[in-house]
């Protein structure tokens, strides 16, 4: 009983003593900074984006740590961990606010994505659409769907017959380039039998299509000349086509000159393509309209 | 003229610095202040910029006492203004990222929803 007593009043002084030290042993800011440094230093986005903020919060702690260990005013402690604790939750919010920056930078990509995906399914939808039209209309004997079908098929034969064909609303068209001549001359030269051999034929299999050949040059020279020289190249290639038993009724010929370009005059690739011939067939019966003149 | 006592200037000299307010803390807290609200966080971080102000006011109102006391006291309050206002600017940016990620995660859904939506003929 004694002894007891005498223990309780040690425990007492013990207490009392401590309570001078004013250093208690739990300080709620300084646990609530540790507890914050931690989760700011656990959070891969702080980390990753707030490294700096991260770093202040844990300097700050250490700052607070050290006036606990010296045992300074409580009111100092409790200061400094309460910046610890601020600056670790700004690193957070700052992770946060990176992060979802990172992800709306992204989301323009994804955006791109998304709509490329839906234009091709709108492409495939509308070839499917035109595809089922086409067949309808042929089975309706539409006049359009068979002059359609009609052209494509004719585009296939001038593609098997290897003959460089483009359509326009005048006709189709046939380019003929400069290789065929030489520089300044109206002769076509041996190599362009292959090609004018395939026109011939094609023209024979459709006696109905008209034709009309225009001759272009470059920009080299004077006006009348290349007039003249697109001229006469374009009727070279009407006698060619005469020859292979095409009717010369069907063929018209004009000469353009320089005008028209399909390149530019500027350099050499670009003079080569101006200087051409082109050969239009008619899409029907009627003869091709002429260009509109510039 | 009359030279004082050496003590007498070193008193006089510790008594001058005894009571440094540190008008350079109030700047950084009112700073830190007003970057929050222009940041939009009376809006999304009502709470801590509250804090900051209060602070800030207090730090101000401790300032015109020129004692060793207030002078802490200004500092802390200060530092703490300017840690709060700091705070409630990171909040607010972070809560409109958030809204900005929200808003660009319904319009990638919208447009997935189009883009699956069987093309009309």
Known sequence: MKLHMKFMALAALTALAAGCASTPKNIPALEQARQDVRTAQADANAQRYAAKEIEESARLLTAAETAFKERQDV???????????????????????????????????????????????????????????????????????????????????????????????????????????????????????????????????????????????????????????????????????????????????????????????????????????????????????????? | MRSLSLPALLLLAAGCASTPIPKDKLAVAEQAVQRAEAAGAAEHASGDLALAREKLAQANAAADEETSKAATEVTRLAEQSAADARLAEARAESAKAQKAVTEMEDGLRALREEASRPVQR
């Not at chain 1, 374009?234 to 005469?242: C, G, M, T």
């Not at chain 1, 095409?246 to 101006?274: C, H, K, M, W």
């Open chain 1, 75 to 294: 009111a100092e402690i409790t200061h400094r961990a309460y910046l610890s604790t601020q600056t670790a939750k700004v690193a957070v919010e700052l992770g946060k606010t990176k992060s979802a920056e990172e992800r709306i930078a992204q989301s323009s990509a994804e955006r791109e994505r998304i709509r490329l995906e839906a234009r091709t399914r709108e492409a495939e939808a509308a070839t499917a659409a035109a595809q089922s039209a086409q067949a309808q209309a042929q089975a309706a004997g539409s006049q359009l769907a068979i002059e359609q079908q009609r052209r494509a098929q004719l585009e296939e034969e001038m593609e098997a017959l290897n003959i460089a064909a483009q359509r326009s609303d005048r006709g189709i068209v046939v380019t003929l380039g400069d290789v065929l001549f030489d520089t300044g001359k109206a002769e076509l030269k041996s190599g362009a039998g292959r090609q004018l051999d395939m026109l011939g034929k094609f023209l024979q299999e459709h006696p109905e299509r008209q034709v009309l050949i225009e001759g272009f040059t470059d920009s080299v020279g004077s006006d009348e000349y290349n007039q003249e020289l697109s001229r006469r190249r374009a009727e070279a290639v009407r006698s060619a086509l005469r020859s292979r038993g095409v009717d010369e009724s069907r063929i018209d010929v004009q000469g353009y000159g320089e005008q028209f370009p399909v390149g530019t005059n500027a350099d050499a690739g670009g003079r080569q393509l101006n200087r051409r011939v082109e050969v239009i067939l008619s899409n029907g019966s009627e003869p091709v309209p002429p260009r509109a003149r510039l």
